[in-house]
């Protein structure tokens, strides 16, 4: 798919059918995340794979808005270093270049982003002082299911030209 299509196509994926996805597709969805850009290339981050398939049903109860974690075929756990200062922001690139790679390979993903996240660190061994971005699940969806219509601002409302308030 080429890049625009697929960041206009792109939507959060909440339902996911059982099809396993290949080790190479998982391993590309990992080096976009690995590859972003980051300040200072600090690349404040680790990204912890997770696809054994009893720990998905587990973390159920971590993914305080995510229960689709049980469906997926795996899982990017997005850790980030709160000591680098803007690693909130730098990770978000990896996790956006994740899953634009993931809907390339028509597969979905969604930012869980309300946690339990103490005890998920204990679940999954995360050092305290380290932070838990979101968990994104990917799997194949049942593209009939899905809603292409994008809900987003017009453009007259959030454009402008050459200065504040002046339409594009
Ligand atoms: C920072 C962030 C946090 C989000 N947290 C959740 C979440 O916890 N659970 C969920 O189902 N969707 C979550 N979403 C998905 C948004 O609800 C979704 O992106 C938005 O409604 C636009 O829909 P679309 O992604 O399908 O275009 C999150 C998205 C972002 C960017």
């Known amino acids: 798919m080429e890049v625009f299509d697929c960041v206009s ?27 972003a850009p980051s300040a200072h290339n600090d690349q404040p981050w680790q990204f912890i794979l997770i696809r054994d398939k009893s720990k998905l049903k587990e973390m159920k109860k971590y993914c305080l808005s995510g229960s689709f974690i049980s469906q997926v075929d795996f899982a990017v756990v997005v850790v980030t270093y709160p000591a680098s200062k803007w690693h909130e922001i730098d990770s978000t690139r990896a996790v956006q270049n ?7 390979h028509k597969l979905g993903t969604c930012w869980i982003g309300r946690l339990e996240e103490k005890s998920l660190k204990n679940y999954l061994n995360i050092p305290d002082k380290l932070n838990i971005l979101t968990v994104l699940p990917f799997g194949y969806f049942d593209e009939r299911l899905t809603n292409s219509v994008k809900f987003r601002k017009d453009p007259e409302q959030v454009f402008h030209l050459n200065s504040y308030g002046n339409s594009l």
């Open 9 to 35: 196509t792109l939507s959060s994926i909440r339902s996911y059918i059982d099809k396993e996805v290949p080790e190479e597709v998982i391993m590309e969805v990992l080096e976009a995340g690995r590859l």
């Open 98 to 104: 994740m899953a634009l790679t993931a809907w390339s």
